[in-house]
């Protein structure tokens, strides 16, 4: 069966270093995303991104975020200047279809920023 | 502001029994409301969806309900089994957006 898969499982960085999230989205898949979830609260949403470019945005995704889609496979996810708060499990989805858009999830990257 | 409620307290019930869960929303106008089950440190797994105009849903042992005039949802789990034990959280999309907002979850135990 079809996977979102996400690379690293876990990275552990310092403060003021920057970090990038890889996510392989299901193939046929139009529609990506990147959520967070900081431990013991709920799963937040940060972007969503169709047809190379940022659909929605939260407020959490400020200017040191951004994401890309350099080749036909991956998506990422770039935090430009960690900061403590920054530490959280960061989830990778993608979507068939617009609409109806159930989302498939992949496992995870955890960063924690120390 | 738009808020989406689930009791994130714990609810325990016995094996073979039906777990009933609550999803209430305000501010808030919903063309589809989606359940999920998350497993602790895993990302969360799609269990079904149901649109506006739909009164109910089901799949398996799975039923959903989505009152849109209470804004509330209901999630039955019938004949509960220990492998059930997860959270089960509530999203919610918009007509004409991609963007799902999700509730905090409940956390499911049931108990043999």
């Known amino acids: 069966e079809p996977e979102v898969t996400q690379t690293p499982s876990h990275q552990v960085t310092q403060m003021g270093q920057e970090v990038i999230l890889r996510c392989v989205p299901i193939?046929?898949?139009?529609?990506f995303y990147w959520y967070r979830q900081i431990l013991g609260q709920k799963v937040e949403f940060l972007v969503s991104?169709?047809?190379?470019?940022?659909?929605?945005k939260s407020e959490i995704f400020d200017d040191q975020f951004s994401v890309e889609r350099p080749d036909g496979s991956n998506f990422t996810l770039k935090i430009r200047s960690t900061k403590l708060e920054d530490s959280a499990m960061y989830f990778c989805?993608?979507?068939?279809?617009?609409?109806?858009?159930?989302?498939?999830f992949g496992e995870g990257s955890r960063l924690t920023v120390l | 502001s738009q808020k989406i409620e689930q009791n994130s307290e714990a609810l325990n019930i016995q094996e073979g029994k039906t777990a009933t869960l609550t999803c209430n929303y305000t501010?808030?106008?919903?063309?589809?409301l989606q359940w999920y089950r998350q497993d602790p440190g895993r990302g969360p797994v799609f269990l079904l969806l149901?649109?506006?105009?739909?009164k109910e849903k089901r799949k398996e042992r799975l039923k959903v309900t989505f009152d849109t005039t209470l804004k509330q949802s209901l999630f039955h789990i019938t004949a509960s089994q220990p492998a059930d034990s997860a959270t089960y959280l509530c999203?919610?999309?918009?007509?004409?957006?991609?963007?799902?907002?999700f509730g905090i979850g409940t956390k499911l135990q049931v108990i043999p």
């Open positions: 989805a993608s979507s068939e279809v617009q609409h109806t858009g159930e989302l498939f």
């Open positions: 193939s046929n898949h139009l529609y």
């Open positions: 991104f169709y047809n190379n470019e940022i659909s929605e």
């Open positions: 501010n808030y106008s919903p063309a589809y």
């Open positions: 149901i649109r506006e105009n739909e």
């Open positions: 999203a919610l999309r918009s007509g004409g957006y991609q963007k799902v907002t």
